[in-house]
Each structure stands twice: as C-alpha cells, then as structure tokens.
C-alpha cells in the first residue's frame, strides 16, 4: 500500500490572553504555542498576521479579515463593544484588505485599492479622521489622502502613511507631549500635533518602501534602503544625541557595514532592520533582551550621551549592532518588547517573556534568539504581549 504526506495548516498563538486575543476560546495565558479555533476561515490562505495592545487580525488571502480579542474601544470593527475570544470575520468590509496594522486600541488596514480604513479609539486621533468621533465601530476611510497608500503603521496612539509618490503623513497626538519638552507649544511641528493625516516635511521626493511606528518614534523607509528617523530618543532608538528628533534623520549606512536596507520593524522602543545581504541589526531599549545580544564593554564605550534626566530615563544601546544567528531571516516580527524571526524552517523568539509570549513554556525573559521547536512557520506576527504562527505539520495518509 503506498502512502503518501498530507501538508496541513494550523495558526499558533501564546502569550497573553486577558481579553481572548489568543483566538482560542478562553482568557488563560499560555507559554507553549497552541491551536487557535480557525473553522471560521481556510487557514492555508492566510496572508497577513497582526496583534494591537489587547485584539488580534487575522488577512486571509482573498481579503477577509478576522479579528478577536479586546473590544472595549471598538477596535474589532465589529459595531459592537464586546471581546471576542475566537477569530470573527468582520462582515462589514466591502473592500479587499492587503495589511493590517495595529496600535494599542485601535486598528488601520489597507486595501487592494490603497484606501487606508480605520476603527477603535480616537482619542488621540489616531485614527486620521478629525476629532469629531472619539472611538469608532465602524471601518471609515482615512478620506483626506487622496493618492494611492502603500504602507502604514499605527504607533501606540499615532499612525503613519506613505503614499505611491513618497508623500509620508503622520497623524495622532501620541507624540505631542514629548515634542512639548523640546519646543514652545506654539512652535510644536504640526504633523506631532494633527489629527487629519500631515506632511511629515524633509522627505519629499524619495522611492517609498515601508513605514513603521514605535511607542512615541517613527521610521520610514525608502527603496534606496534610506532609513529616515524621527520621534522620542529616550532610548537611543534613533541613535542621535538629542533627547527627541523633530525632523527626519538618516541612519549613517556605516552603522551597518554600509549595507542598504531592506526591511525594518520597530517595538515600543527597539528598532530591528535587515540589510540586502540578508544582516539583521538591532538598536534602541534592551532591558528586557529585545535586541537580542548582550551590550559588550567595547560597544558601551561608543553609546552617545545626553542628558539622562531629560525625559526621566537612560539612553541605552542606541548603536546598532548584528545579531548574528538571525542572518538570512525571511521575516522578522517585534511586539512591544519581544520578537520573532523565520530562519530556514525555524522559528526564533526573544525578549520580553511576561506573558510567556517567547513560547518557550517559562516566563523568563529571553536575551537571545532562542528556537521554538516542534513548529514549521510560514507567517508570523506580534502583539504588544501576544505571538501568532501560521505553521504547516506533514502527515502521512494512505
């Protein structure tokens, strides 16, 4: 009798769980990786993974989306407020979604078409739509860009946006607090103070890439492998001596052995690039081992200095530096203060561990990339405390 394998599909998560974004049924945390209820959708098409501060979404590859997890800003998109504890389509949606990107409380996704649509808290509008309506249930459009958006980011209370063009908008007030230390209120840059998408000024005219949104930074990509800078520098995550950036800055290529750059992605307060040999770097906070290697005497020696009373902390790393063991990483994903990387066919996690999100069953933090065994990823995405695995298992069947 011949056999033959059979490949199946199944989304892991583990991590917190209070509010059921683990799509799993319940609200216990959970330090191994485990199934999540995925009848509602074919789970071989799914294309994109996400996590906010509480909530989960799930893109599949014919643009649905499904979401659980916390809802009590109506981040779900759901018209209601209440959690939801397994993966939901949200029916309302007449658009092809592409990507998601999620904050804290509230939720951006991008269409086929380049439309951004947006739901969940406003409070600080960062939902890009005025301040007229303070949380959303609704998916509404982020009607004031006109041209085609290629990629955003939502931050912990700001977005970000760049269009076809290399038009990069910021919106939200997430960082107005922090700019106020540094400046007169009247002299605050606008596009730290907006709640309708702004210009950010200084990046007119470039190839875009990508965007991404820290706590209170921000980072924009170009097809050049430009990475331009700007936001809070409290924790060296943008590798200037100024406690807080207001105009964009380039990272010096020669901090990463004058390679271009690929792909980035941003934590709260920790930076990870890739580089076009396949190089991955590392810079920003690192208490909790979320840069994944230990700062040496030699690099201590190099940190740029600021006053460590200006914004009530200590600049830290803020130098990047190679982590070696994730080079040729296919994807790398960074919640709040943790990561994951898809090396090969393995599937690597480190940093904050709370929750147990590193899912390698403790909740000791991890200071470097450690192996999650038994899984073959294909996607992977982060929550604030939250990891999410698209894995595939081969079985043999007769």
Request: with cysteine; proline share 4%; charged share 10%.
């Amino acid at each position: 009798m011949e056999t033959s394998s059979v490949v199946k599909f199944c989304l892991y998560t583990w991590g917190a769980n209070s509010y059921g974004q683990l799509g799993q049924g319940h609200v216990e945390d959970q330090s191994l990786p485990q199934p999540a209820e995925t009848t509602a959708f074919q789970v071989q098409s799914v294309r994109t993974l996400s996590g906010g501060g509480g909530h989960s979404v799930v893109v599949t590859g014919n643009g649905e989306v499904f979401v659980c997890g916390q809802n009590n800003k109506r981040q779900l998109g759901l018209g209601h407020t209440l959690n939801v504890y397994t993966l939901e389509l949200c029916p309302s949606l007449r658009q092809k979604i592409t990507n998601v990107s999620c904050g804290w409380d509230f939720t951006l996704l991008l269409s086929d078409t380049g439309q951004l649509l947006a739901c969940g808290s406003n409070t600080f509008g960062q939902l890009g739509i005025g301040e007229t309506v303070q949380h959303s249930s609704n998916w509404l459009i982020v009607q004031s860009i006109k041209e085609r958006i290629v990629s955003a980011a939502a931050g912990l209370r700001h977005s970000l946006a760049v269009t076809g063009s290399g038009s990069v908008y910021q919106w939200g007030t997430g960082l107005c607090s922090h700019a106020k230390r540094v400046f007169t209120v009247s002299a605050v840059p606008s596009h730290f103070s907006s709640k309708l998408p702004c210009l950010v000024p200084g990046l007119a005219e470039k190839n875009p890439c990508m965007v991404a949104a820290g706590m209170v930074h921000c980072l924009y990509l170009t097809e050049d492998g430009e990475l331009f800078m700007w936001g809070s520098n409290k924790h060296g995550q943008l590798t200037s001596s100024d406690p807080f950036v207001s105009s964009p800055i380039s990272l010096k290529r020669c901090l990463l052995g004058g390679e271009k750059i690929t792909s980035v992605w941003s934590g709260w307060t920790h930076n990870v690039a890739q580089t076009e040999s396949g190089r991955v770097f590392t810079w920003g906070r690192g208490i909790y081992g979320q840069l994944g290697h230990t700062v040496s005497a030699n690099q201590n020696s190099k940190l740029l200095s600021h006053d460590p009373m200006a914004e009530g902390g200590s600049q830290e790393a803020c130098l990047p530096a190679e982590v070696k063991v994730l080079r040729g990483a296919t994807q790398i994903a960074c919640g709040s203060e943790h990561n994951l990387a898809i090396v090969g066919s393995s599937l690597f996690s480190w940093g904050w561990n709370e929750h147990g999100m590193c899912g390698d069953g403790s909740h000791t933090d991890a200071l470097k990339p450690c192996l999650i065994p038994g899984l073959h990823p294909l996607l992977i995405g982060c929550g604030a405390g939250h990891s999410l695995a698209l894995c595939t298992a081969t079985t043999p069947s007769q």
